[in-house]
């Protein structure tokens, strides 16, 4: 090489490039950028040569691969790229500054402390043209760079950027490797790759493999102490095949979970997903995947399912696991053209026992009935609690007619007494029947034998199945439901007025108030009924508050057209009695009516519900000036003790004991009694459905204060009344 007169650099290109081609036996040493700079600078003359990388971390900066300058190498550097000729090369492809190149780039001290003039640079790229470094020659003095000269340059960059990419690629592999190797020693499972062989045998496992089987990874590999299918549960391995079987029919990729034995002997829970891949035409298929201990996991599901599935007391099946499964047993039915039934058993006086013998011995006496009647449950049926007292249980292949058989070995099963403890205690059950021929889903199958099971309880009965008739009968009651809550919200009631009249004086002394219905569809309701409604529908408060304004009102008018009046009795219903604001409530309906224009009459059996709070009650209504009745008085189970702390004014004598009276003495006596017993507390009596002479002769007889019945009148309008008994031209009294 030498400088012509103009200060080019000239190259003999022949032994230049012969040089080059040489020196690549240096290829994949690490002196090879030294080496390939330091024969730049000889072939060139040049007094630096640098090959540097941009920092991979860093792309505004370069590291010196080799800097070879004034004949010797130095010590690589890393160093900025702004403000460099370095810069313009990796901007670009090429850079060439052949005199005042350091005044150029002022702030590039380590050109600087070159001396160098001149610059000529070529950026390093990979095959995909990615920028990874650059290659520049530097001169003391002033040089125009031939063509041959840049054109060796440009080959020099090309080795050099060759074996950068290579030192990449190799170092990207080796990270790659190490990356495989930490996840592969610290995988939470086992990474594999077995043959398709039947025996799973085993060509590759991670290092996990013996935590999770309790063998070494070299006993697995080609079975060579065990196969790993050999430690899969037996009872598993059928399913296990099969799901190969089936994948490698679809996509090849499966998910399965099973256990395994571990070498310790305990079983495991694993989950495994893998692929099967078809081998080469000559080639059997292998499996990849990954398996997973998930014993763990699988026992705290199993956990979570008891808690979510199965009754804590009984151990039984609950209500959501039974709901799936009548979904079930209902759809497997349907699919083949057969039968299921469904029962609803509700233990009676169960509550009853629960209350006084306390909720231990009411678990207990729960597990025993479950116990029976799991051990007489058929491999064709499913029992569970389904409520509080109440069990349920669905019948495959139900044949009409068999529910006779089902229903008597659940009652053998509940016969003999239940011991717990030193008490013995015996049960029925109520029990509803419903078949899948009257149902359109399981919901409604389980709606039917609901309804089935409280129909037997309306009827006092062990029994009732679900047919046509008592669906008629509960469209009926759903049409009568919809009317009734029509009509209490759109003033469809009216009050009617049965006379109360004194027998020894034949006077008008008050009034009964009755509710009645009459549809305009429907006709008239009967009383029993729309009331029975209301106890269902929660209405009773609102129709029992809706009786009293009527009634004051009624007041009210009378009192405008005739002065002075009688007054009224009201019934309450046990609903209305259990509102601790009662007194509160009814004197702010009574508003201005006088106190003692209002008698409220309650049942004995509903006083008696809950005699304390009666008598709380009872007190508030008497200091409020309402004066109170005991209702069907002797059908009851009231003591003198109790009712000496009511708060009463009047006994309503039942018309049961009043209508046999002259036929059984022993009605007779009880009126007598009753009579009696009322004179003695300081109470009045009423007798109810006096419907003949002979009846009112007794009653007065036996000193019995008023009666009210046919006898005297039937129950009328209040026009009616008003016409009949209020107006002093055609007030009616009775012939005492």
Known sequence: MALNSKGAIQVDAEAAFHRLAGNLIHSGSPQFFAK????????????????????????????????????????????LLHGTPCEMVVRGDFCSYPEGVRKRFPDDHLLQETAAESYLGVSLRDRDGNQLGLLAIMHNTPSDFSATAAEVVRIAAAQAAAHLAQAHTEQSLRESERRLSTLMSNLPGVAYRCKNDGRWTMEFMSCGAEKLTGYRVEQLLNNKDRSYFDIIVPEDRQELRQQLVDSQRKTGAFEITYRIVHANGEQRWVSEQGQV???????????????????????????????????????????FAFLEKLNEFYHDAAANNQRVALLVLDLQRFKEINDLQGF????????????????????????????????????????????????????????????????????RATVGVACSDNSSSAESLLQAASIAMHQAKLMNSDLCLYDEALASQLVKRQYQTERFIEAIHNDGLAIYFQPQIDLHTGALVGAEVLCRWRDDELGSVPPDVFIGIAREQGLLEKLGDMVMQLSCQQIRDWQQQFGDVVGMSLNLAVQQFNNPQLAERFVELRGDIPSNLLTLEITESDLMVDAEEAARITKELADEGFRLAIDDFGTGYSSLAYLQRFAIDFLKIDMSFVQNMHEDKNSEAIVSTIIAMAKSLGMRTIAEGVETAEQVRILKAAGCDFAQGFYFDRPMTGERFAEKWLKPETKHVVQA
């Open 36 to 79: 390939l700079a330091e024969l730049l600078a000889q072939i060139l003359s040049v007094d630096h040569v640098l090959i540097a990388e941009t920092c991979p971390d860093d792309s505004g900066y370069a590291r010196s691969l080799a800097n070879y300058s004034m004949g010797r190498h130095v010590a690589d550097v890393r160093y």
């Open 360 to 427: 231990h011995i009411g678990d207990i006496l729960l597990r025993k009935v479950a116990e029976r009647l799991q051990a007489i449950t058929g491999p064709d049926e499913y029992l569970a609690r389904f409520a509080g007292d109440e069990f349920a249980l669905v019948v495959s292949d139900y044949q009409p007619g068999k529910q006779a058989a089902i229903v008597k070995r659940l009652r053998q099963a509940l016969t003999p007494p239940f011991s717990i403890n030193d008490s013995e205690f015996r049960l």
């Open 277 to 319: 891949i078809s081998g080469e035409e000559s080639q059997s298929s292998y499996i990849e995947g990954f398996i997973e201990d998930i014993t763990e996991r699988h026992l705290q599901h199993e956990k979570i399912s008891k808690l979510a599935y199965q009754d804590t007391v009984t151990d039984l099946p609950n209500r």
